[in-house]
């Protein structure tokens, strides 16, 4: 996978569709899809340059992400697929809803590539790889609001599509996530 996408994917993991408001327990029968029915961005091909990357226009909110925590004992699974096609060896990325991440995730959702995420934002993310079947399991996480993506190349266009799903966790609980389009 070219190194922008997996920019793109981790950019898009600090991402959201919206700004959230922070609440003491999250609510654990929460899962909410994100959708925009657009594709990501082409893969570049060898020898060409990839799209330019849009500038971010919310800085970094330190105090936003130090009231979150880094780890915890929750988990979440499940398996990553587009119109039936698994997708194997693919990122998976967790990363918590922040205003920060919510203006990523609608540029991705668009199809445009954001510039890479301040460091201190991607210290919240947690990815993982998908094995063959397209299952991936990511542990460790703390409770809160999260955006769970990934991305698939449909082969019949060789278009790259994200998709997102935003899941509420508690501490301790594991949730099933289905990635799929």
Request: with cysteine.
């Amino acid at each position: 996978m070219k190194a922008w996408i997996s920019l793109l994917l981790l950019g898009v993991m600090l991402t959201g569709c919206q700004m959230m408001e922070s609440r003491p327990a999250p609510s654990p029968e929460r899962i909410e899809v994100i959708d925009r029915s657009e594709p990501a961005p082409r893969e570049v091909m060898p020898g060409t340059t990839p799209p330019p990357r849009v500038a971010r226009q919310i800085a970094f909110p330190e105090a936003e992400y130090a009231r979150l925590e880094k780890s915890g004992t929750a988990s979440i699974s499940g398996r990553l697929s587009l119109n039936g096609i698994v997708g194997a060896g693919e990122t998976v990325s967790v990363a918590p809803v922040t205003t920060y991440s919510a203006e990523a995730a609608e540029q991705a959702l668009a199809g445009r590539a954001v510039e890479p995420a301040d460091p201190r934002a991607r210290a919240y993310t947690h990815a993982t790889r998908t094995d063959a079947n397209g299952r991936f399991r990511l542990t460790g996480l703390p409770a809160g609001e999260f955006y769970v993506s990934g991305s698939v190349v449909d082969p019949r266009s060789g278009k790259r599509h994200i998709i997102i799903r935003q899941v509420s966790l508690g501490h301790g609980q594991s949730r099933q996530v289905d990635l799929r389009r």
